[in-house]
């Protein structure tokens, strides 16, 4: 089931059916989007990054820098890029301090 194809009775309209838009029905479910979910997840990763040890081989990687250019074009986002978007938005200012 699709949830835009979700429809309610409209109490303003006399007999009149509306569909609901994703906000409603997120409004309703109380739960998070899945785009919520991905960011949160993709920072709560970051911080299990973010406390490991200096010698880890993943820690190393994440901030490896291959010293390659990037193409032509607009570049493309990294997911250091999309790391630090999420924690702007959902962290606000000292969100890196806030994970550690």
């Known amino acids: 089931m699709f949830l835009s194809s979700?429809?309610?009775w409209d109490d303003?309209?006399?007999?009149?059916?509306?569909?609901l838009t994703n906000k409603e029905?997120?409004?309703?479910?109380?739960k998070p989007t899945t785009i919520e979910t991905?960011?949160?997840?993709r920072l709560h990763w970051f911080g299990h990054v973010q406390r490991m040890e200096e010698n880890r081989i993943l820690k190393t990687v994440l901030?490896?820098?291959?010293?390659?250019?990037?193409?032509?074009g607009r570049p493309r986002n990294r997911w250091q890029d999309e790391v630090r978007e999420d924690g702007r938005?959902?962290?606000?200012?000292?969100w890196q301090e806030?994970?550690?």
């Not at 991905?38 to 997840?41: M, Q």
């Not at 938005?89 to 000292?94: A, H």
Request: proline share 0%.
């Open 25 to 30: 029905i997120y409004a309703n479910v109380e």
């Open 98 to 100: 806030k994970v550690r």
């Open 63 to 72: 901030y490896m820098n291959l010293g390659t250019t990037r193409l032509r």
């Open 12 to 19: 303003n309209e006399k007999e009149s059916w509306r569909i």
């Open 89 to 94: 938005i959902v962290g606000g200012e000292g």
């Open 38 to 41: 991905v960011r949160l997840n």
């Open 6 to 8: 979700i429809t309610k």
